[in-house]
């Protein structure tokens, strides 16, 4: 699969990203010790802490309606390393949603779920998938395709997290949301050794296939067919 190549580059857009936004963060804690500018900078070090605590219902919610969904992708799923990798990661994403409620009570805060639209978004995106495909290998490509969306859309949110927590000094957040980050770029890992051991050879073994009782129907049946 060439998405894992794609994640490598948005990884480093990512990485980049993330990079000026600390850099820029930073810029705000350094303005903090300028007397004139100590005013401003700590409203925006709050607004910063808000932003923080406002992405952490987000991801909540998101982990949440994953473990919702991860049950049905497995249900659709024929490739026993593909079942195997799916019920992997549920139990690893109930672990998260355990984790961030760790993170909630470091916070002094209530753990509360805020409706992630970006994870609706792609979880309805899965489910299309799995109506239009027929099962077997193709849609066990498609949901490898939607279950690395998923895992890349992490991998940002924890990355983006981790760079928050960090800079607002929450270190014993920064080990725990560290700990989600690394899990969700192994279960991105285990996607695509998935897909380039298994589905996708015996997805292309069954296009050719198709395409030798496709030759064979037309010399049968007299026709000529060009095969591309
Ligand atoms: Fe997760």
């Not at 409203?43 to 910063?48: S, Y």
């Not at 290998?137 to 983006?160: C, F, L, N, P, S």
């Not at 957040?173 to 192994?186: A, D, N, P, R």
Request: one cysteine or more; glycine letters at 8%.
């Amino acid at each position: 699969m060439k998405s894992n190549e794609t994640a490598q580059q948005n990884g480093a857009l990512k990485g980049n990203t993330n990079a000026k936004s600390v850099k820029q963060i930073q810029t705000i804690k350094k303005s903090a010790s300028n007397n004139s500018d100590a005013k401003n900078s700590s409203n925006e070090v709050q607004g910063l802490r808000g932003l923080f605590e406002d992405s952490l219902k987000d991801i909540y919610w998101a982990e949440k309606a994953l473990v919702k969904a991860l049950p049905k992708m497995t249900k659709n799923a024929t490739s026993k390393e593909l079942i195997t990798a799916l019920q992997d990661h549920l139990s690893v994403t109930i672990g998260q949603v355990k984790r961030l409620e760790e993170v909630f009570e470091l916070l002094g805060k209530t753990a509360r779920a805020k409706k992630c639209d970006a994870m609706e978004g792609l979880i309805k995106e899965a489910e299309g998938i799995m109506e239009e495909c027929e099962e077997g290998v193709v849609r066990d490509a498609g949901i490898i395709m939607a279950g690395q969306k998923v895992e890349h859309y992490e991998i940002a949110t924890y990355g983006t997290l981790c760079a928050f927590a960090k800079i607002l000094g929450e270190h014993e957040i920064v080990s725990l949301l560290e700990e989600s980050l690394t899990e969700e770029k192994e279960a991105d890992g285990k996607l695509t050794e998935v897909a380039e051991t298994s589905i996708n050879i015996q997805a292309a073994e069954g296009d050719a296939e198709d395409d030798m009782e496709t030759m064979e129907d037309g010399r049968n049946s007299g026709r000529t067919k060009k095969l591309m």
